[in-house]
């Protein structure tokens, strides 16, 4: 779906439509209709005015899951160590990528509260996405799963990609990475994007490092977007790395497409989700605590598709991914 995305919001050329829709058909993973499986009457309500602007919600794991193959879901087993909400605007203009920390303390209907990353687990996409809706208030549009091993692939399709680290950081074990611009094979962005230990923000430190690498593979696809055969490879690999929902369709996909292709890098934040700590669950997990001072009038800015306003005017007390990570 990343590779997905990098086409929608970073689109070329008009022709490029029609040569999307030649790459991707009947090679695209399906998970069914989770949306069929829920109530309309307990889901966010489409605004009046925002029946333009489309949420995402992509999740990615760090073991294979269901990308390739949707049947490997089972009940009580896999859990997604990356829970992105984007957000396309109405206008095209803009999107906003928000990063929900997997060990956020919330409420799953029919669970109680537990690690949002548990949803999965407990029912596949339906009750991932209708966990995601009840605790943020937007409406969810398209549903997507990929793994970190397909973002191997996809780096590796590109040639690399190019990450600034701005100061010498390791692990104290196997992963070191000296301060400059690096451009980093597949396997290379992966132990980028792994590293726990050395980080000064720990697990927010990893999601802004997966962020970033997220964000190289948006640059280079929209720097080499007239590549014909970079971007064919690239094609290829994304259409074999991801599954999605039934109704994000080649037609929707080219739809989209073709609307944000004005999009530049510039104009896609990347953001983690506002917390205000760690702590303890009751039962001795250890949690990530959501600031709702913070994240719900963010989530009301996505709803009402607002949000690139609402991002420029404070985006000092959010979570904005800057320009380099640690």
């Known amino acids: 779906m990343l590779g997905i995305l990098a086409l929608v919001l970073l689109g070329g050329a008009a022709g490029a439509a029609w040569w999307l829709k030649g790459q991707l058909e009947g090679s695209i993973g399906a998970v069914g209709d989770p949306f069929a499986q829920m109530e309309e009457s307990d889901r966010p309500q489409v605004a009046p005015d925002d029946d333009e602007a489309v949420n995402f919600l992509v999740l990615g794991s760090d073991s294979r899951i269901s990308a390739g193959d949707p049947s490997q879901w089972k009940a009580g087993a896999q859990r997604t160590?990356?829970?992105?909400?984007?957000?396309?605007?109405?206008?095209?203009?803009s999107a906003q990528i928000v990063s929900i920390p997997r060990d956020s303390w919330v409420p799953i209907p029919g669970h109680g509260e537990a690690k949002i990353n548990a949803a999965f687990s407990y029912g596949g996409p339906a009750l991932m996405i209708q966990t995601v809706e009840q605790l943020t208030g937007v409406r969810i549009h398209h549903f997507a799963v990929t793994d970190f091993e397909s973002f191997v692939k996809m780096t590796d399709a590109l040639g690399g990609v190019q990450i600034t680290i701005p100061e010498d950081i390791s692990d104290g074990g196997d992963v070191a990475f000296t301060a400059g611009t690096h451009v980093l094979n597949g396997e290379e962005a992966l132990a980028y994007a792994r590293q726990r230990h050395g980080l000064p923000n720990g697990d927010f430190g990893r999601v802004q490092r997966q962020q970033s690498w997220m964000r190289a593979i948006m640059s280079k696809v929209y720097n080499n977007r007239s590549n014909i055969t970079m971007m064919t490879g690239f094609l290829r690999t994304v259409s074999q790395s991801v599954a999605t929902d039934d109704q994000l369709s080649l037609s929707t996909m080219t739809d989209l497409f073709m609307g944000a292709r004005e999009i530049g890098t510039n104009d896609v934040t990347f953001l983690t989700a506002p917390y205000s700590g760690t702590?303890?669950?009751?039962?001795?997990?250890?949690?990530?605590?959501?600031?709702?001072?913070?994240?719900?009038?963010?989530?009301a800015a996505i709803a009402a598709d607002d949000a690139a306003r609402y991002v420029a005017d404070n985006s000092e007390s959010l979570e904005v991914l800057g320009s380099t990570v640690q």
């Open 81 to 93: 160590d990356a829970i992105m909400l984007v957000h396309l605007a109405g206008d095209r203009r």
């Open 279 to 299: 702590g303890r669950s009751n039962d001795g997990q250890s949690i990530v605590v959501l600031d709702r001072a913070r994240f719900d009038p963010l989530m």
